[in-house]
């Protein structure tokens, strides 16, 4: 499965982005999607992830209420809503595919594939 993450780049603060993930390869089996994030120094970070159906979405506390989640999955495309950005948003962010693990796949460990990040940069 290869994964092309897309739709980033340079927002003010209190704007919004949609990025893109789409999925191409052997996409046939069903599997959940995530969205993690990263700073330079720092831990990849969870945003959010969708079940299969798209009928379950979770999302860390830092971006709920802001951020939404959805895929279609006959254009094999997983999507992140960001809206109300603000300055601490701002990391390179990658799609991803669990192969382990249990819902809400909230931990990076569980997956082995991984899109190439797309930067988000929000100014204040």
């Known amino acids: 499965v290869q994964l092309q993450a897309s739709g980033g780049g340079l927002v003010q603060a209190g704007g919004s982005l949609r990025l893109s993930c789409a999925a191409s390869?052997?996409?046939?089996?069903?599997?959940?999607m995530g969205w993690f994030r990263q700073v330079p120094g720092k831990e990849r970070e969870f945003v959010a992830s969708?079940?299969?159906?798209?009928?379950?979405?979770y999302y860390a506390e830092s971006v709920k209420g802001r951020f939404t989640i959805s895929r279609d999955n006959a254009d094999n495309t997983v999507y992140l809503q960001m809206n109300s950005l603000i300055p601490e948003d701002t990391a390179i962010y990658y799609c991803?595919?669990?192969?382990?693990?249990?819902?809400?796949?909230?931990?990076?460990?569980?997956?082995?594939?991984w899109g190439q990040g797309t930067q988000v940069t929000v100014s204040s």
């Open positions: 390869g052997r996409t046939g089996s069903s599997a959940a």
């Open positions: 969708i079940s299969w159906t798209g009928g379950r979405s």
């Open positions: 991803a595919r669990p192969s382990r693990g249990t819902w809400p796949f909230a931990r990076s460990d569980a997956y082995d594939f």
